[in-house]
Each structure stands twice: as structure tokens, then as C-alpha cells.
Nanobody
Framework: QVTLVESGGGLVQAGGSLRLSCAASGRTFSRYAMGWFRQAPGKEREFVAAVSRSGDSTYYADSVKGRFTISRDNAKNTVYLQMNSLKCEDTAVYYC????WGKGSLNSYEYDYWGQGTQVTVSS
């Protein structure tokens, strides 16, 4: 069992940056591949980025590639999402998720645990 708590969301102007954090409870953080997903109003939840258990492999949605960077610090039980060059279409609730013994999946159904989400709003 792991509890995930996101932070770092907020209101930012287009072109700006934010860094999201997701802190995990427990001592077995390295057991989980981690992912970030987002859901905009009236839309389905979509994949944003994922990182393998060791942090060596990362995966990104085409819409954020080159602008967002996912990373993790297993010593701090934390995964990060650095978001640069933000666009209005990045506005959404962002969720982190944990995939037990996973490799870093694009599919939400492979994730076992989810955080409560943090709102990111990008204004023009």
C-alpha cells in the first residue's frame, strides 16, 4: 500500500513553468514505476509522462515532449514533473500514479495507486 500526495500546482501564465511533486509514503518507493496523468474539464484522463523504477527510462506523451521532464528521487520517495513553456491547453488536474513492479506504462489501468490530484491552470 502506498499513499501519494501531489503538490506544486497553481496558476501560471502561458510560457511559464511549474514543478509538480508527488510524495509517496512507505519504504518501498523503488518498487513502483511512476506516472503523471492529467484530466481537463470534459475530457478523459490522459497520459503525460512515466519513469521506470530506477529512473533510467522515461516516457512522454507527444504533446509534452521537449517541454516536460519527469524525474524521481528514490531516497526522498518523490517523483517530479518539471513543466516548461506551458500552454493554455496544459490546463488540467494532474495526478501521479504508482505501478507496482512496473516499467513505466502509458496505460492508466496498469497503475495501482493514485494521488488526489493538483490543479494546474495556464492563462493566456
Amino acid at each position: 500500500q502506498v499513499t501519494l500526495v501531489e503538490s506544486g500546482g497553481g496558476l501560471v501564465q502561458a510560457g511559464g513553468s511549474l514543478r509538480l511533486s508527488c510524495a509517496a509514503s512507505g519504504r518501498t518507493f523503488s518498487r513502483y514505476a511512476m506516472g503523471w496523468f492529467r484530466q481537463a474539464p470534459g475530457k478523459e484522463r490522459e497520459f503525460v509522462a512515466a519513469v521506470s523504477r530506477s529512473g533510467d527510462s522515461t516516457y512522454y506523451a507527444d504533446s509534452v515532449k521537449g517541454r516536460f521532464t519527469i524525474s524521481r528521487d528514490n531516497a526522498k520517495n518523490t517523483v517530479y514533473l518539471q513543466m516548461n513553456s506551458l500552454k493554455c491547453e496544459d490546463t488540467a488536474v494532474y495526478y501521479c500514479a504508482a505501478d507496482t513492479w512496473g516499467k513505466g506504462s502509458l496505460n492508466s489501468y496498469e497503475y495501482d495507486y493514485w494521488g488526489q490530484g493538483t490543479q494546474v491552470t495556464v492563462s493566456s
